[in-house]
T-cell receptor, first 114, second 113 residues
Framework: NAGVTQTPKFQVLKTGQSMTLQCAQDMNHNSMYWYRQDPGMGLRLIYY???????DKGEVPNGYNVSRLNKREFSLRLESAAPSQTSVYFC?????????????FGSGTQLSVL | AQSVTQLGSHVSVSEGALVLLRCNYS??????LFWYVQYPNQGLQLLLKYTSAATLVKGINGFEAEFKKSETSFHLTKPSAHMSDAAEYFC???????????FGTGTRLLVSP
């Protein structure tokens, strides 16, 4: 019972490099999310996908792009990494639609941009 | 826009003492409210949620929270702290209609023997 799987778990980038964070869920959920967690700021929503084929900006989308590849997978891309993007990134999923569902989180990706 | 405020970035209690973690919300419509817990090096897990049924909500691991509309609060309590409760706790709010949570800044609970 894998739930939400994120890869990689750790990554170090140099400023200007690009990378893609991968996320997959096996619960047949409609909605998926990317959050970043920074000390003293809680979790902030980067992008979300309410359903397969749709994506929308969250609170802090600048510098990121996303792709909802299919119902299972939702990737986050940093085209030109900046030190301000050093953070812990969490992918999450939910059945979606009513606002009352539980979010299921992956174990996170710790990203450092030097 | 919805928001939550968690008072106190750190709360320290002794094992066996009452745990009280504070959360106040702001929402233009009756909200859905959640408490999530994050253990070290893990993702968040749902502790409990309020979705306009009973105002006193019981969650996992002996935690409960009471929705008080007049105070716009949803404080988390546990009668007796265990060492295993040491973690970071997040309050979150969403509007009915879509599961786009807004999280508070978190409260780290420290439990001493």
């Amino acid at each position: 019972n894998a739930g939400v799987t994120q890869t990689p778990k750790f990554q170090v980038l140099k400023t200007g490099q690009s990378m893609t964070l991968q996320c997959a869920q096996d619960m047949n959920h409609n909605s998926m999310y990317w959050y970043r967690q920074d000390p003293g700021m809680g979790l902030r929503l980067i992008y979300y996908s309410a359903s397969e084929g749709t994506t929308d900006k969250g609170e802090v989308p600048n510098g990121y792009n996303v792709s909802r590849l299919n119902k299972r997978e939702f990737s986050l891309r940093l085209e030109s990494a900046a030190p301000s993007q050093t953070s812990v990134y969490f992918c999450a999923s939910s059945e979606g639609g009513t606002g009352r569902e539980k979010l299921f989180f992956g174990s996170g990706t710790q990203l450092s941009v030097l | 826009a919805q928001s939550v405020t968690q008072l106190g970035s750190h709360v320290s209690v002794s094992e066996g003492a009452l745990v009280l973690l504070r959360c106040n919300y702001s929402s233009s419509v009756p909200p859905y409210l959640f408490w999530y817990v994050q253990y070290p090096n893990q993702g968040l897990q749902l502790l409990l949620k309020y979705t306009s049924a009973a105002t006193l909500v019981k969650g996992i691991n002996g935690f409960e929270a009471e929705f008080k509309k007049s105070e716009t609060s949803f404080h988390l309590t546990k009668p007796s702290a265990h060492m295993s409760d040491a973690a970071e706790y997040f309050c979150a709010v969403s509007d009915p209609g879509f599961q786009k949570l807004v999280f508070g800044t978190g409260t780290r609970l420290l439990v001493s023997p």
